[in-house]
Nanobody, 123 residues
Framework: QVQLVESGGGLVQAGGSLRLSCAAS????????MGWFRQAPGKEREFVATISKYGRTTYYADSVKGRFTISRDNAENTVYLQMNVLKPEDTAVYYC????????????????WGQGTQVTVSA
């Protein structure tokens, strides 16, 4: 099991940027593929981005492709989500998650979750 703590959320105007961080503790961080998901009020949790254990493979939701970048620093046990050109529809609680197998876009495939960080984008 790995413990995850997200940070970096906040309020930003449309067109702005934020960088989310997710610090991991517990098991060996490089043993896990990592993912970012988000959940807006009244909606299901949806996939945002995922990165493989050593960062060689990444996948993005179509809605964020070209605007968001997922990265990881295994020496710092941290995964990041750089979010640029933010839109009001990006408003949600953002969660990071860990998976002991390869990358996946399904939240059901992830074993451990953080508590989430709120991102609000004003028009």
């Amino acid at each position: 099991q790995v413990q995850l703590v997200e940070s970096g959320g906040g309020l930003v105007q449309a067109g702005g940027s934020l960088r989310l961080s997710c610090a991991a503790s517990g098991r060996t961080f490089s043993s896990y593929a990592m993912g970012w998901f988000r959940q807006a009020p009244g909606k299901e949790r949806e996939f945002v981005a995922t990165i493989s254990k050593y960062g060689r493979t990444t996948y993005y939701a179509d809605s964020v492709k070209g605007r968001f970048t997922i990265s990881r620093d295994n020496a710092e046990n941290t995964v990041y989500l750089q979010m640029n050109v933010l839109k009001p529809e990006d408003t949600a609680v953002y969660y990071c998650a860990a998976r002991s197998r390869g990358v996946s876009t399904s939240p059901n495939d992830y074993d451990d979750w953080g508590q989430g960080t709120q991102v609000t984008v004003s028009a």
